[in-house]
């Protein structure tokens, strides 16, 4: 059995238009006053045929709506994506379906739509349970929307998930807490708890290089925000899985475990990266045209929304494997990584990180410790690769 098929195959859909631009968002993401859905349904479905042509016959595990909003779709748009990707792959007796939210009261009206559209788990942008701060945010509704939105998740779907933003401006230690345990009290069995990052290009990044972002914590804070979020999540039997994602046992994203675990996953719409492997067994990594306009005209004209494509060296792929299952609590195997990549880990920078308390290793599984996954990135660089002997 390949890796692919260990980890799993699944079908990323990518919605790129939003009702506002967040000042802290750096995904492919547009604003438009009016999307021709039938239009989009018509290129989605060329996306999926070629798709099809290219893995021949597969079992999918997952469909993920991302974006953008994908909570704008109508919900006869998002039928038609799954019918027509169950039509093609034979889908999984427990296949998830994730459709991203936000808690804004006309998206919250369409969920029993969704629903019946065969999507099984919602994700909710909620982002703060502060009214000052979802202002501060650039976020398009309110705290008592986010709570309505979560209720009515609970109602109407098994699985659900939220997420929250933690170091933000003028946000302190006890705040954080206060928020949190409140989220945790609403009971949703997944939360993506993630610190507020300044990225390059967006309305966030362009004040702080002006110097007007005031108010964000500094850098010890922001640790101490991480350790906090870590201990209490623990203590409500929501530990972390993943760097920034929190599930009970069992209540994990099927889907975003496909990622971590270096699976397959086809990608469909602007901006969307992908990775497929080939009957050689060499992975491929491609990327879609980001604007919509031009994706749609691309896809429309030559068949493929594709405009770059390239086959992982082993070196790469050694790589991504790395970045991608450290980045689980319960790390990687080594024997897997050889599969995959026809290399090694230099057993000499695990024994460094481990005698410095940054990593552990059980047979050939490693992963990292609480302190290694705050320093993940500098894990990663001492972590030595080397090509596996014949």
């Known amino acids: 059995m390949e890796r692919w098929q260990q980890a799993g195959f699944g079908l990323y859909v990518h919605w790129p238009f939003c009702q506002s631009k967040c000042p802290y968002c750096d995904f492919n993401s547009h604003v438009a006053s009016s999307v021709d859905q039938n239009a989009w349904g018509d290129a989605f479905e060329l996306e999926l045929d070629r798709m099809r042509r290219e893995t021949g016959p597969r079992r999918l595990s997952s469909i993920f709506f991302g974006g953008g909003t994908p909570s704008l779709m109508v919900p006869s748009l998002v039928e038609r994506i799954i019918s027509s990707a169950t039509g093609h792959w034979s889908a999984a007796n427990d296949i998830e379906i994730t459709l991203e939210a936000n808690p804004t009261s006309a998206e919250i009206e369409k969920f029993r739509a969704f629903r019946s559209a065969g999507v099984n788990r919602v994700s909710i942008g909620v982002q703060s349970l502060n009214d000052a701060d979802l202002r501060q945010l650039g976020r398009m509704h309110d705290a008592k929307e986010a709570r309505s939105a979560i209720d009515m998740a609970q109602t109407i779907f098994d699985r659900?998930?939220?997420d929250l933003i933690y170091a933000r401006q003028d946000q302190t230690l006890a705040q954080w807490?206060?928020?949190?345990?409140?989220?945790?009290?609403?009971?949703?069995?997944?939360?993506?708890l993630y610190q507020l990052t300044i990225e390059p290009g967006t309305v966030f990044g362009a004040r702080h290089a002006r110097g007007q972002?005031?108010?964000?914590?500094?850098?010890?804070?922001?640790?101490?925000?991480?350790?906090?979020?870590?201990?209490?999540?623990?203590?409500?039997?929501?530990?972390?899985?993943?760097?920034?994602?929190?599930?009970?046992?069992?209540?994990?994203?099927?889907?975003?475990?496909?990622?971590?675990?270096?699976?397959d996953f086809a990608a469909i719409g602007?901006?969307?990266?992908?990775?497929?492997?080939?009957?050689?067994?060499?992975?491929?990594?491609?990327?879609?045209?980001?604007?919509?306009a031009q994706w749609m005209a691309r896809v429309m004209s030559t068949g493929t929304g594709e405009c770059e494509r390239s086959s992982l060296t082993q070196m790469e792929a050694a790589e991504e494997f790395l970045v991608m299952g450290l980045r689980?609590?319960?790390?990687?195997?080594?024997?897997?990584?050889?599969?995959?990549?026809?290399?090694?880990?230099?057993?000499?920078?695990?024994?460094?990180?481990?005698?410095?308390?940054?990593?552990?290793?059980?047979?050939?599984?490693i992963a990292a410790t609480a302190a290694g996954r705050i320093l993940l990135n500098s894990v990663l660089a001492k972590l030595e690769l080397l090509p596996s002997p014949n």
């Open 270 to 292: 602007p901006g969307a990266h992908g990775r497929l492997t080939g009957p050689s067994g060499v992975r491929s990594a491609f990327e879609n045209e980001r604007s919509p």
């Open 213 to 263: 972002l005031r108010g964000l914590p500094e850098e010890d804070i922001s640790a101490e925000m991480y350790e906090l979020t870590q201990q209490i999540c623990e203590a409500h039997g929501l530990p972390a899985y993943e760097t920034s994602n929190h599930a009970a046992v069992g209540e994990e994203s099927r889907h975003n475990m496909i990622y971590w675990r270096s699976g």
């Open 160 to 162: 659900f998930s939220f």
């Open 177 to 192: 807490e206060a928020e949190l345990n409140e989220a945790l009290k609403i009971g949703s069995r997944h939360l993506s």
């Open 328 to 365: 689980l609590r319960g790390g990687l195997d080594l024997s897997d990584l050889q599969a995959v990549s026809h290399h090694r880990v230099s057993q000499n920078s695990i024994s460094e990180l481990i005698e410095i308390g940054m990593l552990e290793q059980d047979g050939s599984r």
